[in-house]
C-alpha cells in the first residue's frame, strides 16, 4: 500500500511499475479521489500496488472520504510504503502521515520512499534521509524517481523477497481493478485536472452514463461532467465549446489507445449543486459517504 501527502507522486510510482496508466496523474493535489490497485508481475511474483488519495487535512465531505480511503486497509497490507516528495522534505502532511504510523506496532513492515530525487541534490537528500531515519519507524529507505524510473529496481526486488507465499489473487492478465467504464471517466477528469486552471477541477466530477459495444467493435461513450455552478459550466464548455473539444479529444484518444479499439466519445456538461453531497458519486468508486 502506497500512501503519503498529496502530489508525491504515488500515482505516477504505480503506473511506472504497472507499465502503463491505471491511476490518473496531474501537478495538481488531490488527483486521486480512491484506491486504485494496479498489479505487476515479475518472475514468480504478483504483486498488487493499492495507490491512494493523498492524506492532507480534509474539509469537505469528499475530501474527508479521500483520506478515509487512503488510511483503510493499511492494517491488513503486507507492507506500507510512506512515499516522500524529497524537494519538498517533511511538510506538516508528511509530518502528521508519520506520527500516525508511530503508532503503528513495531513488527509493521513500513518502506519509506524518497521520490523525485531527480530534483535535489545528493547532500540535501543524505540530510533528508538522516532526519527521517532518526524516527526509526522504517526498515528500509529507498530513493527513487518515479518519472523516470531510477532506483524502482532495487525498490522492487526488496518488495519482491518480502510479500507473503500464496496462491495469485487476480489473473494473470489483469492490471488493475478498476471497471472501464470508470476507468474512462478517470481518463477524462484527468484532462480537465491538467487543462482547466486553479481550483476548478476540484468542483467537478465525471460519471460515464451509456456504455455500449458497436458490431464494428468500437465503444460509444457518454460521459457527464457535473459541475455547482453556472459559471463554471461556461468554463468547462469553453468559447465556441472549445475546451471541451479539447477534453474529448485528449480523453477519446488516450483511452482508444488504452482499450485498442475505436472510441466515440461525448461529454455532456450539467450543473448539479453540491455533488459533492450526493452519495451517487461515492459508492461505485468505493468511497465511504459518512466519514
Ligand atoms: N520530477 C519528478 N516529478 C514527479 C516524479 N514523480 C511524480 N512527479 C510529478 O509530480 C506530480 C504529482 O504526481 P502524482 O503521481 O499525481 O502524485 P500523487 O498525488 O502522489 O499521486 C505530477 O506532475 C508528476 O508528474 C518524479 O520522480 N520526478
Ligand atoms: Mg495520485
Redesign the pocket.
Known sequence: MII??????????V?YVVGTKV?????K????RSKVLGINISDNCQLILV?T??IFAPKRRLDRAMVHSAWGGTEDSDLILL?V?SKRGVDSETQGIINNLKQFDKERKIFLVL?????IQKDKLLNLTEKLSKTEIFKKIFM?????GDGIDDLLDEINLLIPEGPWLFPEDQISDMPLRLLAAEITREKLYLKLHQELPYSTVVETEEWQEKKDGSIRIEQTIFVERESQRSIVLGKGGKMIKSIGLESRTEFSKMVEVPVHLFLFVKVREKWGDNPIHYSNRGLKFNV
Open positions: 503519503g501527502a498529496p502530489n508525491v507522486g504515488k500515482s505516477t510510482l503506473n491511476s490518473i496523474v496531474s501537478p493535489v488531490q488527483t486521486t495507490d488519495p493523498g512515499l516528495d521520490n523525485k530525487v531527480d530534483l527513487i524517481s518515479a518519472k523516470n
